[in-house]
């Protein structure tokens, strides 16, 4: 019998693509500037979700639990990407193989990494959690049998942004149907609300509970909204006899009075591709209602932009009923463009500023912040120092670092409007607090105490209605005197508070606070040396943080073979280096022990290990999920020997080829060897 040609190429083919079907590629995982989301891919996706919380004042702790299985019939692996704010930092990470409880350890990411991969080649059971980005994360777990299930647990923390006394709280959700439960200290009674959930609210210990009832809002995430019961400063504290004293203070904003003189207001308006349809026609709206809030002799100019510019008048005009109604008219017919000059548009609103009288002269931009940066920042810089820079971030794709770092460097500040239907509430408090002028010379006289040394420096110049965070460590003796002193204009402001040491106070995540404060200090890329890159990864490390440098591993204990030094290199490294720093302060420098501090204080390291508060956790068995399922072996993989890596994609598929190609010249053998 003759092998015809074409049988054999169709007979590799077959077993080539049987081969491909047996395997999940997994998705590219993608950094990316989107409001907060969890994605997972298609393959390996979460079948059930559950999140507790507890939120202590404005600090909360978020114990992300999900069951997810392996939807295809091969081999996968499971990859993930989680948003979760700017900020915030994970501090665990495990999953499950059945019962087993599989727990990552942190490690130098480039031991993480490597370990990884070397496990998964070998067709093990790892995991790898990864920092990609500000308040964004990566994980892989690595294999999946088919039709498996494993249960994930991640938590991570973050101090929670606020405005004035009304604190916000925003979490990635995977599903619809998911159950938060969020216990809260410090909220006033009855102003809990959500804007994306229908909620249950009752008494929990010194606190309320919250528990979720049905979506309302926007798929993908949970959004809480509290305000803070204390209007006066706040200090929390983790202070254990026989060791240091970790100390935070939260500030309330300075009181101020509305400034007497009018305002000159500019809006400018990016209009450009990179702007959403709905972003921008909600950013129209909330223009039109800004332009109805200007006060008796103020004055106000529109600008739009894309690569183009228009402007409304040639200089800002009095905000009479006739210009607010043809500035409204002007923004009504703002349509989306192609290109984005930012430059040009800042450049554009400075030379529109007048320097006639005592006027408080704003621009306020309102963009995703796109385009051509150092020429922005560039244009910026011509800024008279009469004229402040507000941003407000809109669209699906902000740079709210650009955009911060922009209005930073001219008196102002930046709000973020990571949904369009935010756009209008920002916007509205982007005004409310340009009627204030900011607070400079600001500083903190820390005294009572020695060896206090602060995590970051305070900055020197605030917004009105910004509110001031205080980390620091100390000896853990007498009373802390702490006092925010500030101008505005000439009056002189001040807010002070005495902190008692003497008493043991269990607030463990006060110290990973600090820790994360004095990673991200340290960290700074406009500051950061060789030597601040290793002490970030020491405290990161003693600490159990995510951070650029630093990621978690899990493995099985028996299948650490491939890894075995290498671990144990890694899990010696940190060993020493929580032997080599002790708990003892007295060989710490003292570092503004008294007296004004506006700058970085020096940095000793602590030991200890953060054990965040205990959760309760009505919600451990995700709402009468399965067990996750077991492979007949007792591991993860069930004796699969088929890697999903994307970059085996290729080899399977040849060695599916050859296969082929083998089978049908054994076949052509037996028949005679016919040719």
């Known amino acids: 019998m003759r092998a015809h040609p074409k049988g054999l190429l169709a007979g590799a083919f077959a077993v080539a693509l049987l081969t491909c079907i047996a395997t999940a590629p997994p998705a590219a995982a993608e950094e990316t500037s989107s409001p907060l989301f969890f994605?997972?891919?298609?393959?390996?996706?979460?079948?059930r979700e559950t999140l507790a919380v507890r939120i202590d004042h404005r600090y909360a702790i978020t114990e992300h639990r999900q069951i997810v299985k392996n939807a295809f019939p091969g081999q996968s692996e499971g990859q993930y990407q989680l948003v979760t704010g700017e900020g915030s930092v994970v501090t665990k990470f495990t999953y499950w193989n059945g019962d087993d409880e599989i727990r990552g350890e942190l490690f130098e990411r480039n031991d993480a990494t490597q370990m990884y991969n070397t496990v998964t080649q070998?067709?093990?059971?790892?995991?790898?959690?990864?920092?990609?980005?500000?308040?964004?994360f990566r994980y892989r777990i690595f294999p999946f049998a088919p039709n498996e299930s494993k249960r994930v647990e991640i938590r991570w923390e973050s101090w929670l942004p606020a405005q004035g006394r009304l604190v916000e709280y925003r979490t990635p959700i995977a599903r619809p149907n998911t159950t938060v439960i969020a216990d809260i200290d410090g909220a006033a009674a009855g102003s809990i609300r959500s804007e994306t959930h229908e909620i249950a609210v009752e008494p929990f210990g010194a606190g309320v509970r919250v528990r979720t009832v049905k979506p309302r809002g926007p798929e993908g995430q949970f959004e809480l909204r509290y305000e803070l019961a204390s209007t006066a400063p706040v200090a929390m504290v983790h202070s254990i006899p026989?060791?240091?004293?970790?100390?935070?203070?939260?500030?309330?904003?300075?009181?101020?009075?509305?400034?007497?003189?009018?305002r000159d207001v500019?809006?400018?308006?990016?209009?450009?591709?990179?702007?959403?349809?709905?972003a921008l026609a909600r950013t129209r709206a909330a223009v039109r209602d800004a332009l109805g809030t200007l006060g008796?002799?103020?004055?106000?100019?529109?600008?739009?932009?894309?690569d183009t510019v228009t402007t409304l008048f040639a200089a800002p005009r009095e905000a009479t009923p006739d210009v607010v109604r043809e500035a409204r008219g002007f923004v009504a017919k703002i349509r989306d463009g192609a290109g984005t000059d930012l430059a040009a548009a800042i450049r554009r609103a400075l030379e529109t500023q007048t320097s006639d009288g005592d006027r408080e002269r704003v621009i306020v931009l309102i963009s995703d912040g796109s385009g051509d940066k150092p020429a922005a920042l560039s244009a910026s810089g011509a800024a008279r120092p009469d004229v402040r820079l507000l941003a407000l971030g809109v669209g699906e794709s902000i740079d709210a670092t650009f955009l911060g770092q922009l209005a930073s460097s001219h008196k102002g500040f930046a709000e973020i409007a990571t949904r369009p239907d935010d756009?209008?509430?920002?916007?509205?408090?982007?005004?409310?607090?340009?009627?204030?002028?900011p607070i400079t010379h600001v500083e903190v006289d820390l005294a009572g105490v020695p060896g206090i040394e602060l995590a970051a420096p305070i900055p020197a110049t605030l917004d009105p209605g910004e509110r001031v965070r205080v980390v620091l460590k100390c000896r853990r003796e007498g009373t802390l005197a702490v006092k925010l002193r500030g101008e505005a204009g000439k009056q002189h402001l001040l807010k002070s508070v005495d902190v008692d040491l003497a008493r043991p106070a269990n607030r463990p995540w006060v110290e990973t606070a600090w820790a994360k404060t004095r990673v991200d200090t340290l960290l700074d890329p406009k500051?950061?040396?060789?030597?601040?890159?290793?002490?970030?990864?020491?405290?990161?490390?003693?600490h159990d943080l995510t951070s650029k440098h630093t990621a978690f591993f899990a493995i099985p204990a028996s299948e650490t073979g491939r890894v075995k030094q290498q671990l144990a290199d890694a899990r010696r490294k940190k060993r020493d280096l929580t032997w080599a720093r002790g708990d003892d302060l007295s060989s710490a420098p003292a570092v503004a022990q008294a007296g004004s501090v506006n700058s970085e204080a020096a940095l000793s390291?602590?030991?200890?290990?953060?054990?965040?508060?205990?959760l309760d956790e009505p919600a451990r068995k995700y709402g009468g999920a399965a067990a996750p399922e077991r492979s007949a072996s007792g591991r993860g993989c069930g004796g699969c020997t088929i890697s999903t890596s994307r970059d085996d994609h290729a080899g399977l598929a040849l060695l599916g080829v050859a296969l082929g190609i083998v089978i049908l010249t054994a076949r052509r053998r037996r028949n005679g060897g016919a040719s």
């Open 39 to 47: 994605r997972a891919t298609d393959a390996v996706p979460p079948v």
């Open 122 to 136: 070998a067709r093990r059971d790892p995991g790898l959690l990864e920092e990609v980005g500000d308040g964004k």
């Open 242 to 262: 026989g060791r240091e004293a970790f100390v935070m203070i939260d500030f309330p904003p300075m009181d101020l009075p509305q400034a007497a003189a009018p």
């Open 266 to 278: 500019t809006f400018v308006v990016d209009r450009s591709g990179s702007e959403s349809f709905q």
């Open 296 to 306: 008796r002799g103020d004055r106000v100019n529109v600008i739009a932009f894309d």
């Open 423 to 437: 756009i209008g509430r920002k916007l509205a408090r982007v005004q409310e607090r340009s009627k204030s002028p």
């Open 527 to 542: 500051k950061q040396q060789l030597q601040d890159r290793e002490e970030a990864i020491e405290i990161a490390l003693l």
């Open 605 to 614: 390291r602590s030991t200890s290990q953060v054990t965040p508060p205990p």
